[in-house]
């Protein structure tokens, strides 16, 4: 396999999308339930995806500055 390529089924979130869901499992109780479930994953990430979609046009809307790389694929 070539270092270059994400393995199969590989991660192409970036750090605010991680960091998005390492909160979301962190959330007690039945409220966060939906964010451990397994099943549930890809319906969650496509979810977080468009809340960080969200915050990077604000930000980039508010200094008028892009977003770093690292944080935003």
């Known amino acids: ?11 192409n979130r970036d750090y605010l999308d991680k960091g998005l869901d ?3 499992k962190k959330i007690p109780g039945k409220a966060g339930d939906r964010f451990r479930d397994p099943n ?3 319906k969650n990430r496509a979810m977080n995806e468009k809340i960080t979609d969200f915050f ?3 930000f980039e809307k508010m ?3 892009k ?7």
């Open 56 to 58: 990077r046009k604000q």
């Open 67 to 73: 977003v770093p790389g690292k944080f935003s694929n």
């Open 40 to 42: 549930a994953t890809q």
């Open 22 to 24: 390492a909160l979301q």
């Open 63 to 65: 200094t008028g500055k």
């Open 1 to 11: 396999m070539n270092n270059n390529q994400a393995p199969a089924g590989g991660d």
